[in-house]
């Protein structure tokens, strides 16, 4: 059974960096073509879709947080990364790591996806 486990700070100072990990467990990331995302939810709103790494380690990001957002990918470790630089009180979210067989870019409805996280509380205050 495959499963995806976020982990990170649970509180975060405006202007940190905010540095997510996602470990995968049951699926080698380097055994297979894969894509492995992002998706946050903030209190109150929609799901919003951050970004995603393939396994050749091409990115793909929101245009509207591109400048901030990074994704690493560490196939040794079995684990991808998100980092959002200069966070402000509107990153406050609840984020998920997902993984899919094909790109879905914008792509937010966790059906779609053939694997998502439980998701972890991120809040960002001073």
């Known amino acids: 059974q495959v499963q995806l486990q976020e982990s990170g700070p649970g509180l975060v100072k405006p202007w940190q960096t905010l540095s997510l990990t996602c470990t995968v467990s049951?699926?080698?990331?380097?055994?297979?073509?894969?894509?492995w995302s992002w998706i946050r939810q903030p209190p109150g709103k929609g799901l919003e879709w951050m970004g995603a790494i393939a396994t050749s380690g091409s990115t793909y990001y929101n245009p509207s947080i591109k400048i901030r957002t990074s994704i690493f990918l560490d196939t040794a470790k079995n684990q991808f990364t998100l980092q959002l630089l200069s966070v402000a009180p509107e990153d406050t979210a609840v984020y998920y790591c997902?993984?899919?067989?094909?790109?879905?870019?914008?792509?937010?409805?966790?059906?779609?996806?053939?694997?998502w996280g439980q998701g972890t509380q991120v809040t960002v205050s001073s």
């Open positions: 049951g699926h080698s990331m380097s055994a297979d073509w894969f894509y």
């Open positions: 997902a993984g899919s067989k094909k790109l879905l870019l914008g792509v937010t409805e966790a059906a779609v996806y053939d694997y």
